[in-house]
């Protein structure tokens, strides 16, 4: 109850600042879609708790909620944040515009978090509400309300917006407005410029004003004089490595990049950074340029002084088994997947994606959480100044197919599926706080040939088994059997609705305590998914629009592999036989099982591989005493004790590394 009344508050202040709309002259319809929809949010999520609960339960079953509702209120306060940035008239106006108006964080960041907290609440009402009420009939009806809604003809995107779409904030009409609201705040940006510039405005521009309403108005990657930035409000502050330095301009800071080189060079680089507008991909804004002395001056979308690698670093002790909360680190792999996918839909791929290749920011007083994004992507690196480890180990971001010695040059490495092996390098130092390989006593040659015949990092055994299986999947030695990034985005999020929803489960696993599993294996789920949708196959850059959907989506499957489940376990007790496998093939759903493998087609989709040539069948995943295992309530974790054969399958544990068949 007290989640809902601070959502209440953050709702409200944000239509009491948007009572001031008339002022507002930096994204006014990117700020006017936020404030709407995050009134509909609060109209979604009470209008739920309405239809699922009672109000004398709230001490007792509303209390699976505070956890979801606790992240609603975080990305809602982030909106506000953004509305009162727009508005606030202290400072420099043109230094706030330059900052904002190429943003796409309205959208691509703050309705993507308010859109999938809405998700998570929506199904953590309906799962208290299965057990609130003291009537059979109330259970029986609430049961059969949910398997309707959760029914498989649902699986189709345009009758989910139809039925669902005003529930989950994907109205035909807030999606229409998603996809415009950044164009028409650009439109609206020009008009405005016209009027301050033009002989009827009250007031008189200065002649740099008049320069700078130029710089606003012409699209990213337009090459500007120098002396429009190099002015009197212009310094460097400090540098932050390589070309990028901190600057103060027009009274704000900002991140820029200096180089000198060939023109042409050059301007193919800046023409590729300002292509690309996407919050967890650094980009350039504003680019300038010195004829004469044949400098450039790139202005990036953002200050973020620190690389991934560093921070690990400084947030790593020996206190904490890992450096971050396990909810955090999800939230950091989940922004970088989110950033490549955005790249590969753009047909982009980065080649040197590692720690010191991701910036990040700590976010003030928000739970660890930091801001993240990509960087050192493009045709040479030199706009970006790509960090390339220059150690003999820099081989140990490189996928193994790229370290054969016929594979030669940069270019080599800019593949699809290199990339998402770059990632779950990434994502192991995530976990574990360890550079992969740190602890290997082999350097150079002798560790590149190593991963080229299957060596991987170790995880330590606390590692939830849902992230390591995830993560082997991706550094799998057969690039064909990698997800792609749009595939490991929706796995990524359905796993932080789990932890959410679980919030025992991050406690848990801060603690080293037994690890436990989410009910069903999402990569399974996300495979089955990839079958059936046409869209998902061909590996498209998702909309934000399209997140519901995909939750959705998993949630309709996770019900059916449960309730599957739970009437083989009837109907082997009924008839006394021995108890069914747990994870059986019921629905084509199995458990999380990094070792089954399967193949993932460079068009994103996947499909099992046959069994191993020696042909046996692996055990089936029962009991000692052979009656079927317990099976978890949807959304819940699984506890795994020793013995219990629902754990998933571990590979034989080494000092240095395991030499396996790719996977493990």
């Known amino acids: 109850m007290e989640q809902l009344r601070q959502i209440g508050e953050v709702v ?3 239509n009491a600042l948007m009572a001031f709309e008339a002022d507002l002259r930096i994204n006014p319809r990117q700020c006017r879609l936020l404030a709407e929809t995050c009134a509909h949010a609060l109209d979604a999520i009470t209008g739920n708790v309405r239809a699922h609960l009672r109000f004398d339960e709230r001490g007792t ?20 944040g953004y509305v009162r940035q727009c508005l606030d008239p202290r400072g420099s106006w043109w230094a706030r515009a330059a900052a904002m108006v190429h943003g796409t964080e309205c959208v691509e960041h703050h309705l993507h978090n308010i859109l999938w907290c809405v998700s998570v609440a929506v199904d953590a009402i309906e799962a208290a509400g299965e057990i609130a009420g003291s009537e059979p009939d109330d259970h029986a009806r609430t049961r059969l ?73 012409a699209p990213r990657g337009r090459l500007h004089p120098a002396s429009i930035l190099l002015g009197d409000d212009y310094s460097v502050r400090r540098r932050l490595g390589g070309r990028l330095k901190e600057v103060q301009w027009m009274g704000e800071s900002f991140a820029m990049k ?30 300038f340029h010195d004829e004469e002395r044949k400098d450039y001056f790139v202005v990036m979308d953002q200050l973020m002084a620190k690389d991934l690698g560093s921070y690990v670093k400084e947030v790593s002790c020996p206190r904490r088994r890992t450096p971050f909360p396990v909810i955090v680190a999800i939230d950091i792999m989940l922004q970088i997947a989110r950033g490549m996918e955005y790249l590969h839909a753009k047909g982009m791929y980065h080649g040197e994606l590692n720690p010191s290749n991701v910036l990040v920011r700590p976010r003030q007083a928000d739970g660890g959480y930091v801001q993240v994004k990509v960087t050192g992507f493009g045709q040479s690196g030199i706009a970006m100044g790509a960090n390339v480890n220059g150690d003999d180990n820099a081989c140990i971001w490189y996928a193994p197919e790229v370290l054969k010695p016929e594979v030669a040059g940069a270019e080599s490495r800019r593949t699809e599926k290199a990339d ?31 991963i080229r015949a299957g060596e991987r990092p170790l995880f330590p055994f606390q590692t939830p088994k849902y992230l390591t299986a995830l993560t082997k999947r991706c550094w799998h030695a057969d690039p064909e059997q990698r997800p792609g990034f749009s595939s490991v985005c929706r796995v990524l999020r359905y796993v932080k609705r789990f932890l959410v929803m679980n919030p025992e489960q991050q406690q848990q696993a801060a603690q080293g305590d037994e690890p436990v599993v989410p009910p069903v294996d999402y990569l399974d789920l996300e495979m089955q998914l990839l079958r059936k949708l046409p869209a998902w196959q061909r590996g498209e850059g998702a909309r934000v629009s399209d997140v519901p959907f995909q939750m959705f989506a998993y949630k309709v499957l996770e019900r059916e592999k449960i309730a599957g489940v739970a009437q083989a376990r009837d109907k082997a ?42 042909g046996k069948k692996p055990p089936s995943a029962k009991k000692a005493d052979g009656k079927a295992a317990r099976q978890p309530v949807a959304g819940h974790p699984q506890k795994v004790k020793p013995g219990n054969p629902a754990r998933t399958p571990q590979a034989p544990r080494r000092t240095l590394g395991v030499k396996t068949d790719g996977v493990s």
């Open 12 to 14: 409200g202040s944000i």
């Open 61 to 80: 079953k509303w209390r699976a909620l505070e956890s979801p509702l606790r992240e609603l209120h975080r990305a809602l306060r982030d909106a506000e």
């Open 145 to 217: 309300l949910l398997a309707s809604k959760y029914d498989r003809d649902m699986l189709e995107p345009k009758l989910f917006q139809l039925v669902h779409g005003k529930r989950y904030l994907v109205s035909r009409e807030l999606v229409v407005r998603m996809d415009a609201a950044w164009k028409e705040d650009r439109w609206a940006l020009s008009q405005l410029l016209d009027e301050m510039t033009g002989p009827a405005a009250p007031k008189r521009l200065t002649k740099n004003e008049h320069r700078l309403a130029e710089v606003l108005a």
């Open 258 to 287: 200096h180089f000198i080189g060939d023109g042409e060079a050059v301007g193919a680089e800046i023409e590729l950074l300002a292509s690309v507008a996407h919050p967890n991909v650094a980009h350039a804004t504003y680019c």
């Open 420 to 450: 998402v092996y770059s990632f779950a390098m990434i994502c192991f130092e995530l976990l574990t706080g360890k550079v992969p390989f740190e602890d290997n006593h082999l350097q150079g040659d002798k560790t590149s040939k190593n």
């Open 573 to 614: 007790s009924d008839s006394g036989s021995e108890g069914n496998s747990l994870y059986g093939d019921e629905n084509g759903v199995g458990v999380m099982s990094p070792d089954r493998p399967s193949s993932v087609a460079s068009n994103g989709t996947m499909r099992p591989l046959p069994d191993s040539s020696d």
